[in-house]
């Protein structure tokens, strides 16, 4: 009987190793007649896809670690006894890190939902059709985006058109065999991909919808991707759009961003444009985990950090202190949602990229700053003071602890101490068992 499998990404990632067990059939696997026949069944594909995507390896808050992790040079400091982790911190990832199988498995796991839910779209009421298509593909573009800024070159490392970036999928994969052995597209294909579902993304989907994916959401994303490859244009135009859909407001106070409970969930802030949720029992936020001295407490905060602040910055006293360390306080409540994409960014984006162009495409480039400043406490900046250089600095600290940092630093061109920007010490590895099973996959430079 035909199987569709709804528990594994490309399926030569799921549990094959040296063992020649290729045929064994997925456990978690479901007949095709009681899946994704109905309009029902999709949308509970399409639910159960946001719950993988918010699995701790992916936007639960692991791939975003990795980036504050590997960026790191002096400002935090590694305390943990995750071996995986700990390989991570220290730029000597091995092949079969399992934090990093973990995240690629995870990833394909999540495409191959989304794709099966595209792929069933003709039995989804009229009415509900375009929003559920915008979902999948804005899932879909997000996680590419992310799997291939962690497993590839940066899009300005080389050419793009040749660098390899990760695999490329859009059809549900429904057995194993040779056609899942797939081979890894070039960045430049990658990057179009995501573009592509974005952009349909953000045409079909409503300005409403809850807290899963909305318009603005796609449009959020797509700003990110076009600041990525320093295509300032499309960033800032993407950027107004959501400033100027009225639908967010920047937090009144920057506490006010990361509001805290101890035992009950916290609900989305006016300025978060897409959040991961969580309840009581449900849900990952390894930020939490891994950041707050309530939880594991092993990553802590160190002067070379603290030194960075301007005296009054009310983001310099977001940090608490336990047991003689210094800890971020944004991560602190257990039931918080993890925070994607929220409205400052877009402010300190459009700010850029104006900036960069010596445009005022919807405000002015200081005016966005100085929106981001005072909400912070700070002094409004003068004209005079606008510098490339302020702008860059304000997006570091508005941001820090939130896995912005490696892409920053890879996009700018900068350093991690000893280490130039495009280091391949500073790209994943290729999960080991993927190259096994997969022989026209090709592991990264360095590994």
Known sequence: MKKLIIAAGILVLTGVSCQKKLDVQPAQSIDEKDALKTNSGVLTALNGS????????????????????????????????YAGLTQIYNKAIPKNNAFVRDTWLQGYKVINDVNNV????????????????GEAKFIRGSVYFDLVRSFAKAWN??????????????????????DSKVARNKVSEVYDQVIKDLTEAEAKLPVTNGFYATKYSAAAMLARVYL????????????????TSGKYTLASTFAGV??????????????????????????????????????????????????????????????????????????NSRYANVRIIRLAEMYLIRAEANFRLSTSVGDTPLNDLNKVRTRSALPALTSTELTLDRIL??????????????????????????????????????????????SNLVQNEGY
Request: hydrophobic share 35%.
């Open 228 to 243: 990525q490859k320093a295509d300032y244009t499309n960033a800032a135009a993407a950027a107004n759009r959501v400033i």
């Open 258 to 331: 990361f509001p805290a409970s101890s035992s009950s969930a916290v609900p989305n802030t006016s300025e978060d444009i897409f959040a991961m949720q969580l309840t009581t029992t449900s849900g990952s936020n390894d930020y939490y985990t891994f950041y707050s001295p309530n939880s594991r407490g092993d990553i802590d905060i160190r002067p070379a950090h603290l030194a960075l602040y301007e005296t009054g910055d009310a983001r310099k006293a977001f940090f608490v202190t336990s047991g003689g360390s210094t800890y971020t306080a944004r991560h």
């Open 50 to 81: 946001y719950a993988d995507l918010g699995n701790a390896a992916l936007y639960g808050g692991d791939i975003f670690l990795y980036n504050d992790l590997l960026s790191d040079a002096g400002e935090i400091r590694w305390n943990g006894t």
């Open 118 to 133: 595209l792929s069933a779209l003709t039995v989804v009421d009229a009415s509900l059709k375009d929003r559920v298509e």
């Open 157 to 178: 490392d080389g050419s793009p058109s040749t660098n390899l970036g990760v695999p490329i999928v859009l059809t549900p994969t429904r057995s194993i065999g040779e």
């Open 393 to 438: 600095k304000d997006r570091k600290l508005e941001f820090a602890f939130e896995g912005h940092s490696l892409n920053d630093i890879k996009r700018l061109q900068g350093t991690v101490g000893t280490l130039p920007w495009n280091s391949p010490k500073l790209i994943l590895p290729i999960p080991d068992r993927e190259i096994i099973a997969n």
